[in-house]
């Protein structure tokens, strides 16, 4: 008969498998938003930006900020339950986030300020 040690432990190891699929599937769902993000980036065309295109960029960029905080801290969960796991997604948003900053950054005679 498992002592009360042993049975606390299985139930134990339960919980945080089942914490850890949930953690893992809201860090999916996250990193889904960052390649979105990523794939509408792709396809900007920064040579025809409108102002109203910049000012869509400027806020897409302010999300992108909280997306990677809500990521960050469900990564830190998952770390604190295990640890062999990949930094890809924060690879992502550090590739994202300079990069879309640079097209705004970018001087164009060509923006067309529509009403």
Known sequence: ???????????????????????????????????????????????SLTMEQCLDLELRIEKLSTVFERFEKIQDNIESLCTNLDNESSNLFYELKPTCKRRLARPDPTLVERS
Do not use: A, C, Q
């Not at 139930?11 to 960052?34: A, P």
């Open 1 to 47: 008969m498992p002592s009360d040690n042993e049975s606390l432990d299985s139930g134990s190891t339960i919980v945080d498998s089942n914490l850890l699929k949930e953690l893992k599937k809201k860090r999916g769902i996250e990193k889904g938003k960052l390649t979105l993000f990523k794939k509408y980036l792709s396809k900007l065309d920064v040579s």
